[in-house]
């Protein structure tokens, strides 16, 4: 910054692209076409800019972050015909229609991000139409509160984070045929520790293995210890069948011990 003769202040090319954030490089366009010439020049021929030049280059700056082309910024700032109205509600309006857009684009990020997080792609109401009320969020943040920094649940983070729709709707009929087949034992009475459901609960945990994480039976069993001291998993199975939390987790016990646990 110095100043001249006449006790005006000027700024080099590089301390207004240093003060306005706009390059060296665009500053010599904005000369070259017209948009902003410096007002003066030094003893050796150098850019030198006023403090007027600061202010046009400040409307520049605002016209092209509302979207105008040079050329239409050129006419606002020079045409005295021009109708700087007009243009700026007709400005206001595509700008509008980008927040809607932006808005939009805000909404996908934050269901991506979900998905990133929770590891499922699906949206809310797809959880719901496929699990009801057996997937909440609430469950979601308990889980990896409690295995979070367990190898288990990396693996199982890994592996559901490129599930599809159709995947979950694979998971969830294999379960469902799984549980079918728990509700069938018992009600024909076959004991928790034979060989009937003993087999199935063995399908339990290979389908664990294969879809979230390496199950072995030993971690099976701790896991079923859950279907009959956590509340919520009770209700899961015994709104399927009056005592299938106990045969279930009888059930898995007697397979972790058929496989020698």
């Known amino acids: ?81 021009a109708d700087v109205a007009a243009h700026l509600r007709r400005q206001r309006v595509e700008v509008m229609s980008r927040l809607d857009e932006l808005a939009e684009l805000v909404t996908a990020i934050d269901r991506a991000l979900e998905a990133e997080v929770s590891g499922i792609q699906l949206t809310p109401d797809e959880q719901r139409e496929l ?20 190898e288990a649940w990396r693996q199982s983070q890994q592996r559901t984070s490129q599930y599809t729709k159709a995947d979950w709707q694979a ?33 339990h945990r290979q389908h664990i293995t294969r879809w979230f994480y390496d199950c072995s039976p030993e971690l099976h069993a701790c896991i079923s210890e859950m279907y009959v001291t956590d509340e919520r998993f009770t209700k899961t199975y015994e709104d399927q069948a009056t005592g299938l939390a106990q045969y279930v987790h009888s059930a898995v016990h007697a397979n972790a011990a058929r496989q020698g646990t």
């Open 1 to 81: 910054m110095t100043e001249t003769a006449a006790g005006t202040t000027t700024f080099t090319v590089g301390q207004v692209a240093e003060r306005s954030g706009v390059t060296v490089r665009t500053l010599h366009h904005y000369d070259e076409i017209g948009l902003l010439r410096p007002s003066r020049r030094s003893a050796a021929g150098y850019r030198l800019y006023t403090e007027d030049d600061l202010m046009r280059l400040q409307h520049v700056v605002v016209y092209r972050r509302l979207g105008f082309a040079l050329e239409e910024v050129a006419l606002l700032l020079d045409d005295p015909s």
């Open 131 to 150: 699990f009801g009320d057996g997937f909440k969020e609430e469950y979601q943040q308990e889980a990896q509160e409690r295995w979070g920094d367990t």
């Open 171 to 203: 998971i969830k009929a294999e379960g469902d045929e799984i549980n079918a087949r728990f509700v069938a034992a018992l009600q024909a009475g076959e004991p928790a520790e034979g060989e009937v459901a003993v087999d199935v609960a063995e399908s």
